[in-house]
C-alpha cells in the first residue's frame, strides 16, 4: 500500500491577529488576558495513512478532532509541522452549511459541485441520483432559504454521497434526516467506507460506528496527540478517561 497522507507534529494556533476561524473563537481570545493572546487548537499530532484505510478520530469536544479535518481538506494552514496529503479531499463536513439560500436546490447542487472540483459535466451525469436519493424531486426548483434544516441536510448529504474524491473526511455525518432516511443515508456511507478505492478519515462521538469501521484509530485530547493503535485498543484508553 502506499502513503496517501502523512502528518508531522501538526499544530495550528487561532489569535485575534488571524481572521480564520469563527467567531467564537475570535470572542474567546479577545477576553483573554493580553499576556496569553494565543490558542492551540491543534498541536503536535502526528500519524500516517495508507491508501484504502478509514482513520477513526476520536476525543472529547473541542480537542481538535475537526480542526484536523480542516488541515487535511486545505481549509486552515497549519502552523507547526507538515501535512502531506497524496490526493484530493473532499469533505462530509456541516452538511447543508455552504448552501445559497436565494438559489434553488438544482442550482445548488451544481454550484457545490463545482466548488468541489468537479466539472458541470461531472455534476449533471450525477445530477438524477443527487435528486432521486435526496427524495426532495418536487422541491428542487425551490429556493434553499424555504427548505427545512432537515432538506438542507438530506440534499447536502447527496451531493456528498454522489460527489466525491479518493479521499474522504466525515465530520459527524453517518445518518441524517428521519429514520427512513437515516437508514438509507447510513447503507449509503457504508458502501463509500468500504469502497477499497478511497481513503477515509471520521470523526465520530459514536464509538461503536468508529469500532466498525475504522482499520485504526487516532486519539486527540485538548489539541495534543494521545495515541494511534487499532480500534479496541485506543477506544478502550479512551473510554477509561471519560
Do not use: C
Not at 495550528?12 to 469563527?22: A, C, D, E, L, T
Not at 480542516?70 to 502552523?79: C, L, S, V
Not at 426548483?141 to 454522489?162: C, D, Q, T, W
Amino acid at each position: 500500500m502506499s502513503t496517501i497522507i502523512k502528518a508531522e507534529n501538526l499544530g495550528i494556533n487561532f489569535s485575534i491577529s488571524k481572521s480564520r476561524g469563527s467567531f467564537k473563537v475570535f470572542l474567546k481570545q479577545l477576553f483573554k488576558k493580553k499576556d496569553n493572546k494565543m490558542f492551540w487548537a491543534l498541536r503536535n499530532v502526528s500519524f500516517e495513512i495508507q491508501k484504502g484505510e478509514i482513520l477513526g478520530v476520536v476525543g472529547a469536544n473541542g480537542s481538535g478532532k475537526s480542526t484536523l479535518l480542516r488541515i487535511i481538506g486545505g481549509i486552515y494552514k497549519a502552523d507547526e509541522g507538515q501535512i502531506i496529503v497524496n490526493g484530493t479531499p473532499s469533505a462530509l463536513l456541516s452538511l447543508g452549511t455552504g448552501f445559497r439560500p436565494e438559489l434553488s436546490g438544482l442550482e445548488n447542487i451544481l454550484l457545490n459541485g463545482i466548488m468541489l472540483g468537479f466539472t458541470e459535466s461531472d455534476v449533471r451525469a450525477q445530477m438524477d441520483n443527487i435528486i432521486d436519493f435526496s427524495e426532495l424531486d418536487r422541491f428542487i426548483h425551490e429556493p434553499v432559504k424555504n427548505y427545512s434544516s432537515g432538506m438542507k441536510a438530506r440534499l447536502g448529504f447527496s451531493i456528498a454521497a454522489y460527489l466525491n474524491k479518493e479521499i474522504m473526511l466525515i465530520d459527524e455525518v453517518l445518518g441524517v434526516g428521519d429514520r427512513s432516511f437515516k437508514r438509507k443515508s447510513q447503507k449509503k456511507m457504508t458502501e463509500l467506507i468500504e469502497d477499497k478505492s478511497k481513503t477515509v478519515i471520521i470523526v465520530s462521538h459514536n464509538l461503536d460506528s468508529i469500532r466498525e469501521y475504522a482499520t485504526k484509530v487516532l486519539w486527540i485530547d485538548k489539541s495534543k496527540f494521545m495515541m494511534l493503535d487499532e480500534p479496541d485498543k485506543v477506544i478502550e484508553a479512551y473510554i477509561k478517561t471519560q
